[in-house]
Each structure stands twice: as C-alpha cells, then as structure tokens.
C-alpha cells in the first residue's frame, strides 16, 4: 500500500471518529437503547411464562361447582372474538382474562341460558361536520370519528389530474379508524365504539353523543371545532357507573390505518409510525420500518400517529397514566387486502386514570392536519418532535440555519426551485473559505508529491518504515504542509451536507411544489418509465439523481488528481471506492425526494465551480511552491525566525525508531 492510499484511510478513519466522538448519543439515549433491548427480551420471555401460567391457571382454576364462582369482580373481563362471542365452552369453561395483570384463564360460572350470544351488528348514520379546513365524518355507532379530510390539501392522484376541483385529502375514512372507552362491567367487556349513541344535541360546530349505560348511568361524547384551526376539543363524561365499573378499568381505544396520499407507497410507509411524548423521559417513538409495539414507561403528554406530511395527535388535559397503556404499529403482509392501499395500522391503549366513575370528565384535544413546522410549532406542545430533521448537531444546524433562510426565501413569493437553488448558493458561499483552505492544502500536497514518492522509494524495506515516516513528518513541517490540513474544513462541511439529507424528505414546504420537469419536489421525479421493477432502483429513471451523480463524478476526479494508483496487490483502491460511491447514489437517490437530488446536484455544481474559480483567481500554485521553498531553506538554515530544532512528535519518532532498532539486533543475537 503506497503512503497516499494510507494517508487517505487514516483521514477517513479520523473524519469517523470525530463524528462518532462529537455526535455521540447521550447517556440518556444509550440507556433508553439498552433499555429498549432489554425490555424486548424481558417481553418475550414474559410471554413465554405467561403461556405457561396460562396453561397451569386452566387446569387449576376449573371449577366444578358452577355456583361457586362469581365472575362479576370488576377485575375479571370475558376474551370476546371479532363478532363478540365470548371464547371458550360450557365444558372446559369459558375464557376471562384479568385486565391488572393481563393473564388469561378459564372459569365454569352459571350463564344465563342465552349467555354468551352472538351480538347483532350495530350500523349507526353518519353524520358531517366541517369549518374552513377540516372534514369529520362522525358515527353513531361509537359516537366516534369515522373519517377526517383536509380541505386544504389533496393526495398526489388528485394533484396531478390538475382538473381544478376540490378534492379534499382522505386521511382516513368510514371503516379505517376505531375509537371509543374499554372496561369490564358486570360479566360483559363493555367496548362503546361497537355501541349505538344518540345525537344529544348538535350545532354547526359542536355534537354531543350519548350512551345509556344501565338505570342511571352514561357516557357522553363531545366534539367542539373551530374554524382556522386543525385541532378540536374532545370531552368525555361519565356519569352513573359507581359500583358497577373500577375506574382504574376503563381505558381508551384508538386504532387507525391511514390512507395511501403521496406518489410512492414504499416511500410513504418507511417515515410512518406511532410516536409519544413521555411526561418525564421526552420524546420517543416505535420502529418504522418493521411491526413493533411497547408498553408505556412513563406518563403520556400525547400520542401522534404520525406518516409522511400529516399526522393525528390525540392529547390530554391531564397526562394519560403509563400503568395500562401502550402503543402498537403494524405492518401488512404481502397481498393482503389493505396492502396497496393503506399505509399501516397504528393502535393504542390509554389509561383515562379516572378517579370515579360516578361523576368523571376527561378532556382532550385532537390534532389533525399538515407536518408543517410552523403548524406544528404553534400549539407550544413539542409537536415538532415528529419532524426526522435528524438528531443532535443535525437537527440543530435544520433548525436553526436551513429551516429559518428556507422559510425566508419562500417568503418572498419565489417558486420553491428557485429558493433551492439560492440557498444552496447561499450555503456554499458561507463555506468557501473552508473550500479555499481545502484547495490549499491540496496543491501543497500535490507540490511534495514527488519529494514524497523518492522519499518511499529511498526506503522501500518495512524495517525502515519508521524512518520514511520521520523523513515525510519532517518534509510536511519545513514545507508548512499537512495532510490533516484538508480534513478539519471537511469536517465543517458534513455536518451541513448530512443535515440537508433529513431536512428537504421531511419539509412540508416540498409538498407538491413542482420545478422543471419535477412534478412534486417531495417525491421522485421521473423523465421515464421502465416496462419492468428493478430491485433497488425502481420502475422509473429519475434525471436530477443522474444529474446529482455526473457533478459528484466530475467533482471526484477533479479531487482525485493528487492521488496516486494503487499498487500493492490485495488491497482496495481509494480511486475505485471513490469513483464507486457516485454510481452507487444513483440506486440510493432514485426513489428519494427529488428536491434533494437537485439540492445536492446544485451544490456539488456550486462545488465545482468555486474550486475553478479558486484555482483561477485565489490560488497561484507557483507562488505557494516558492514559499514553500523559502519555508523549507529557511528551515534547513535555521534561519527566518522558525525553529529548526526536531519537534517533539519527531522526537518521539526517532525513540520509536531506536528501540525498533535494537529489537531487531536483538533478534539476530
């Protein structure tokens, strides 16, 4: 391997480790990752114990004295299936399960004669409210949100039919989403939102639903909107079920499957997913690309079922309790039914932590509407956790430097192609002078490229590898060059490179903004259309991706030209992996956002022609080789005011260097 190729993986190595070092999780994250490790095997083996508990309860919990047993403890809940019959047979028992512990057994109790029944279906009327931005479909049966649309929005098929009608964004409708209170009542698990409400009473903006639960007792739905706003009230009231229902009991359902509304499914699925805000712990949120779920540990501040560009967020007045509560997302398998249409189901369990039930109000405030920064920013609940702008220096640079000149730019009325481009350059010419100092050390090492390749053919045995280093420390020192030089403004710069990479996928700004021949900047664009679905790539050829690419190989042989060919054999080639990872973008970029192939294809543009211009007009290699010169003679003199005296790392190369010495004389003793 000749010293330019190990310069290079020695520069990579430490341009890792800084990031690795400076970007590091904190304590508190590491912990929550453990955490997260430990309590997924603590869970599966869990549900290994809880089967086997189950198995022993079955056979010990049978009892042969149907009068002996009183399942109305509020405690105990009968497992009903899908159509409501509760499992299990007269025989070996019917199935209950224990709603504090969760563990499921079998019990022989004295049924009345049509007990369990098949529950008929309850089919309830639809019943529609709307302001200026939001559509809710509400269903009496469960007195529930059947279905919400965003008047201001519409999905990608709509948007490209530009047929100037209004066609409201489906973000879930009639058969998508469950909500509504779960509790144990008597011998029954009482689930409302299978439950037929009346209409109380109802306004232009505001619906009452009532369920009469027994003599005296009732649940009351109520929903108030506003117009201007993306969000509603939400109250629930409980009257009458004093001694009858356990407060700590009755939790709250929420299921939902979105609708598919951007251009690519695959794309759409990969950012969705259930997030929470913990009362104490912060922010947090289930895997998104795989099914997963996770028990609350700690208070719950709020809920977001959160996809691409919108979300739903359901939030308390008073934290929901963790004890009960848990979160769950999955995915679809192959084929099924909801596989070409919705993105995941999203589902959660929440304890109310009522105190009673005899006279119990809990209030809530659901959210609706666009993953906007400023939307989400403007109700103070830290709803903009959900954005990805990535974490740490990341996240901050996102917020506090792109996110704030993008916004200006947009300001101005400019088409959001063009405030791209005029960020992009904006970007570029604040990190300049880092490219000009890059440049710099560049031409230095490319004027000692010849020094240094006698210097490795002057010693070509590894027994004198320490004296080749000393001899090219020591040429760096008296030239004033170093290969370090150009690593620490490249260490500027990817922080912003990296930053821009979650910023333009996860802008609303983006959203169905078209430039060029771009039809929406927040998805692919393509100029055409394959017959067939390549793995990896995609159906489609996307041109900013082949236009991001050619700048970035044009742009990799420019910076390559100091490097030289590899030449021991067995070992990568820096050339190669260099010139590798632009074809390889081609495969990664083309299902991204196309606004982000054309930021990177702009600033890699940009890129290179700051570099021509600096090599033109800022950069005078001969005058740097004459300086360079004058450093070196000066050195070797002793004069011109720098020391000529070895430096300490010298130094200690030289001890390194004898002792390597009289190992190898010792050897040959």
Same mark, same amino acid.
């Given at each position: 391997?000749?010293?330019?190729?190990?310069?290079?993986?020695?520069?990579?190595?430490?341009?890792?480790?800084?990031?690795?070092?400076?970007?590091?999780?904190?304590?508190?994250?590491?912990?929550?990752?453990?955490?997260?490790?430990?309590?997924?095997?603590?869970?599966?083996?869990?549900?290994?114990?809880?089967?086997?508990?189950?198995?022993?309860?079955?056979? +010990?919990?049978?009892?042969?004295?149907?009068?002996?047993?009183?399942?109305?403890?509020?405690?105990?809940? *009968?497992?009903?299936?899908?159509?409501?019959?509760?499992?299990?047979?007269?025989?070996?028992?019917?199935?209950?399960? +224990?709603?504090?512990?969760?563990?499921?057994?079998?019990?022989?109790?004295?049924?009345?004669?049509?007990?369990?029944?098949?529950?008929?279906?309850?089919?309830?009327?639809?019943?529609?409210?709307?302001?200026?931005?939001?559509?809710?479909?509400?269903?009496?049966?469960?007195?529930?949100?059947?279905?919400?649309?965003?008047?201001?929005?519409?999905?990608?098929?709509?948007?490209?039919?530009?047929?100037?009608?209004?066609?409201?964004?489906?973000?879930?409708?009639?058969?998508?989403?469950?909500?509504?209170?779960? %509790?144990?009542?008597?011998?029954?698990?009482? @689930?409302?939102?299978?439950?037929?409400?009346?209409?109380?009473?109802?306004?232009?903006? @505001?619906?009452?639903?009532?369920?009469?639960?027994?003599?005296?007792?009732?649940?009351?739905?109520?929903?108030?909107?506003?117009?201007?706003?993306?969000?509603?009230?939400?109250?629930?009231?409980?009257?009458?079920?004093?001694?009858?229902?356990?407060?700590?009991?009755?939790?709250?359902?929420?299921?939902?499957?979105?609708?598919?509304?951007?251009?690519?499914?695959?794309?759409?699925?990969?950012?969705?997913?259930?997030?929470?805000? /913990?009362?104490?712990?912060?922010?947090?949120? #289930?895997?998104?690309?795989?099914?997963?779920?996770?028990?609350?540990?700690?208070?719950?501040?709020?809920?977001?079922?959160?996809?691409?560009?919108?979300?739903?967020?359901?939030?308390?007045?008073?934290?929901?309790?963790?004890?009960?509560?848990?979160?769950?997302?999955?995915? /679809?398998?192959?084929?099924?039914?909801?596989?070409?249409?919705?993105?995941?189901?999203?589902?959660?369990?929440?304890?109310?932590?009522?105190?009673?039930?005899?006279?119990?109000?809990?209030?809530?405030?659901?959210?609706?509407?666009?993953?906007?920064?400023?939307?989400?920013?403007?109700?103070?609940?830290?709803?903009?956790?959900?954005?990805?702008?990535?974490?740490?220096?990341?996240?901050?640079?996102?917020?506090?430097?792109?996110?704030?000149?993008?916004?200006?730019?947009?300001?101005?009325?400019?088409?959001?192609?063009?405030?791209?481009?005029?960020?992009?350059? #904006?970007?570029?010419?604040?990190?300049?002078?880092?490219?000009? @100092?890059?440049?710099?050390?560049?031409?230095?090492?490319?004027?000692?490229?010849?020094?240094?390749?006698?210097?490795?053919?002057?010693?070509?045995?590894?027994?004198?590898?320490?004296?080749?280093?000393?001899?090219?420390?020591?040429?760096?020192?008296?030239?004033?060059?170093?290969?370090?030089?150009?690593?620490?403004?490249?260490?500027?710069?990817?922080?912003?490179?990296?930053?821009?990479?979650?910023?333009?996928?996860?802008?609303?700004?983006?959203?169905?903004?078209?430039?060029?021949?771009?039809?929406?900047?927040?998805?692919?664009?393509?100029?055409?259309?394959? *017959?067939?679905?390549?793995?990896?790539?995609? +159906?489609?050829?996307?041109?900013?991706?082949?236009?991001?690419?050619?700048?970035?190989?044009?742009?990799?042989?420019?910076?390559?030209?100091?490097?030289?060919?590899?030449?021991?054999?067995?070992?990568?080639?820096?050339?190669?992996?260099?010139?590798?990872?632009?074809?390889?973008?081609?495969?990664?970029?083309?299902?991204?956002?196309?606004?982000?192939?054309?930021?990177?294809?702009?600033?890699?543009?940009?890129?290179?022609?700051?570099?021509?211009?600096?090599?033109?007009? %800022?950069?005078?290699?001969?005058?740097?080789?004459?300086?360079?010169?004058?450093?070196?003679?000066?050195?070797?003199?002793?004069?011109?005011?720098?020391?000529?005296?070895?430096?300490?790392?010298?130094?200690?190369?030289?001890?390194?260097?004898?002792?390597?010495?009289?190992?190898?004389?010792?050897?040959?003793?």
């Amino acid at each position: 391997m000749d010293r330019n190729t190990i310069v290079g993986l020695v520069l990579i190595g430490a341009i890792l480790t800084a990031f690795a070092i400076f970007n590091k999780p904190s304590e508190e994250e590491i912990e929550r990752e453990r955490a997260k490790i430990e309590k997924a095997e603590a869970k599966a083996q869990a549900e290994k114990d809880k089967k086997a508990k189950a198995a022993k309860e079955k056979k +010990d919990n049978v009892s042969t004295d149907k009068d002996t047993l009183n399942v109305a403890v509020v405690n105990w809940a *009968p497992v009903l299936d899908e159509n409501g019959v509760q499992l299990g047979d007269s025989t070996e028992g019917f199935q209950y399960t +224990d709603s504090i512990s969760g563990v499921d057994t079998l019990m022989s109790v004295a049924f009345k004669e049509d007990n369990p029944v098949k529950k008929k279906e309850v089919v309830g009327e639809i019943i529609q409210l709307q302001t200026n931005r939001l559509i809710i479909d509400f269903d009496t049966k469960g007195g529930q949100i059947a279905g919400v649309r965003l008047k201001e929005f519409e999905s990608f098929d709509e948007f490209v039919k530009n047929d100037k009608k209004d066609n409201p964004l489906v973000l879930f409708e009639r058969g998508d989403a469950s909500q509504g209170l779960s %509790f144990p009542m008597g011998e029954n698990l009482v @689930k409302t939102s299978k439950e037929l409400f009346t209409v109380k009473s109802q306004t232009q903006n @505001k619906i009452v639903f009532e369920l009469q639960q027994g003599d005296k007792g009732s649940i009351e739905f109520i929903y108030t909107m506003r117009d201007n706003a993306y969000d509603i009230d939400f109250d629930i009231n409980v009257r009458g079920l004093q001694g009858k229902v356990a407060p700590k009991n009755v939790v709250f359902n929420w299921d939902v499957a979105y609708r598919l509304t951007e251009r690519l499914l695959s794309e759409q699925r990969r950012v969705s997913t259930v997030c929470y805000n /913990y009362d104490e712990e912060g922010f947090s949120y #289930l895997s998104e690309m795989a099914s997963d779920d996770e028990k609350a540990e700690d208070d719950v501040e709020w809920v977001c079922f959160k996809q691409s560009y919108f979300s739903s967020f359901l939030r308390p007045e008073k934290p929901f309790a963790k004890s009960g509560s848990s979160f769950k997302v999955r995915t /679809y398998d192959e084929g099924t039914e909801k596989d070409s249409t919705h993105l995941k189901d999203f589902s959660t369990v929440l304890n109310l932590d009522l105190n009673n039930v005899e006279n119990a109000t809990v209030s809530m405030n659901w959210f609706f509407g666009p993953n906007d920064y400023d939307v989400l920013t403007s109700y103070d609940q830290d709803y903009d956790q959900v954005l990805n702008y990535g974490w740490g220096i990341f996240r901050w640079i996102n917020l506090y430097a792109v996110q704030p000149m993008f916004k200006l730019l947009g300001s101005t009325g400019m088409s959001i192609g063009i405030c791209i481009l005029i960020l992009t350059i #904006l970007i570029k010419g604040m990190l300049m002078p880092i490219q000009w @100092k890059m440049y710099t050390s560049s031409a230095k090492m490319r004027i000692l490229k010849p020094e240094i390749e006698e210097i490795t053919a002057k010693y070509p045995d590894k027994a004198d590898a320490m004296k080749k280093q000393m001899e090219t420390m020591a040429l760096y020192r008296e030239s004033g060059a170093s290969p370090m030089a150009g690593c620490v403004p490249m260490l500027i710069q990817m922080p912003i490179l990296l930053a821009v990479f979650r910023f333009f996928p996860s802008t609303f700004d983006l959203r169905q903004q078209s430039f060029l021949w771009a039809e929406d900047l927040s998805s692919y664009d393509s100029i055409a259309t394959l *017959p067939v679905n390549i793995p990896v790539y995609g +159906d489609h050829i996307s041109l900013f991706t082949l236009l991001m690419a050619v700048t970035t190989l044009v742009y990799t042989h420019i910076n390559s030209s100091n490097m030289q060919s590899q030449q021991t054999p067995g070992m990568p080639n820096m050339k190669i992996i260099m010139y590798f990872f632009p074809i390889m973008m081609i495969f990664f970029f083309n299902n991204y956002s196309s606004g982000l192939s054309y930021y990177y294809f702009i600033s890699t543009l940009t890129s290179i022609a700051i570099m021509l211009m600096i090599k033109k007009f %800022f950069v005078d290699e001969d005058k740097i080789k004459a300086k360079m010169a004058e450093r070196k003679a000066a050195a070797a003199s002793g004069g011109g005011g720098k020391k000529s005296g070895k430096s300490k790392f010298q130094q200690r190369l030289e001890k390194m260097q004898q002792a390597q010495q009289e190992q190898i004389k010792n050897r040959k003793k």
